[in-house]
Nanobody
Framework: QVQLVESGGGLVQPGGSLRLSCAAS????????MGWYRQIPGKQRELVAK???????NYADSVKGRFTISEYNARNTVDLQMNNLKPEDTAVYYC??????????WGPGTQVTVSS
């Protein structure tokens, strides 16, 4: 069974930066489309950024120009570089893996708090 673990979350001031990393068990990362989602308590989980098998990417309008998703297949990780963070970016961030005909895989999440 594939497992995902997020890291890199923490407390930062507005305008600061964080780099989140998602590590996948095994050597299967290249076989999945990978994404980052976030969730605020009481609200539905929302897409932040996604990278597809062909290399194309998709970003939420709220993070375009500030966040970048990157895959590193050699070490089975997918990173989310977050720049110019805003208080509204505060959420639990989840790594996601998708492959046709298989259930979605989710990591346990990592907390990001943007506050002065």
């Amino acid at each position: 069974q594939v497992q995902l673990v997020e890291s890199g979350g923490g407390l930062v001031q507005p305008g600061g930066s964080l780099r989140l990393s998602c590590a996948a068990s095994g050597r299967i990362l290249s076989m999945y489309s990978m994404g980052w989602y976030r969730q605020i308590p009481g609200k539905q989980r929302e897409l932040v950024a996604k990278v597809f098998r062909g290399g194309s990417t998709n970003y939420a309008d709220s993070v375009k120009g500030r966040f970048t998703i990157s895959e590193y297949n050699a070490r089975n990780t997918v990173d989310l570089q977050m720049n110019n963070l805003k208080p509204e970016d505060t959420a639990v961030y989840y790594c996601n893996a998708v492959r046709n005909f298989l259930p979605d895989i989710w990591g346990p999440g990592t907390q990001v708090t943007v506050s002065s």
